[in-house]
């Protein structure tokens, strides 16, 4: 069982940067799918961007295109997401997440999550 513990969220001013990690342990598979959820109070929970193992294929919401980039270092177990020209709307707690068998955006397709770090954009 994959375990999965976010950080790096906190409160920044519209325009700023933040950048989250996620550092995965326990059972790893070898070729899968890593992604950054999203939610706001009241809101549904929405993928943000997921990158694929094996490869590094990506994949973003167009509200975060061109803004956040999602990496991933193999050697460490870690995934990243980088936020730039943040905006108030980007306010939400952000979740990290594994799928061994789904490549996309769908939450339904991921296994593994993480328990959250909140990111708060202010104007």
């Known amino acids: 069982q994959a375990r999965l513990v976010e950080s790096g969220g906190g409160s920044v001013q519209a325009g700023g940067s933040l950048r989250l990690s996620c550092a995965a342990s326990?059972?790893?598979?070898?070729?899968?799918?890593m992604g950054w959820f999203r939610q706001a109070p009241g809101k549904e929970r929405e993928g943000v961007a997921s990158?694929?193992?094996?490869?590094?294929?990506?994949f973003y919401s167009d509200s975060v295109q061109g803004r956040f980039t999602i990496a991933l270092d193999n050697s460490k177990n870690t995934l990243y997401l980088q936020m730039t020209s943040l905006k108030p709307e980007d306010t939400a707690m952000y979740y990290c997440a594994a799928a061994p068998s789904y490549y996309g955006l769908k939450s339904a397709g991921f296994d593994y999550w993480g328990q959250g770090t909140q990111v708060t954009v202010s104007s």
């Open positions: 326990g059972y790893i598979y070898s070729s899968y799918c």
């Open positions: 990158i694929y193992t094996n490869g590094g294929s990506t």
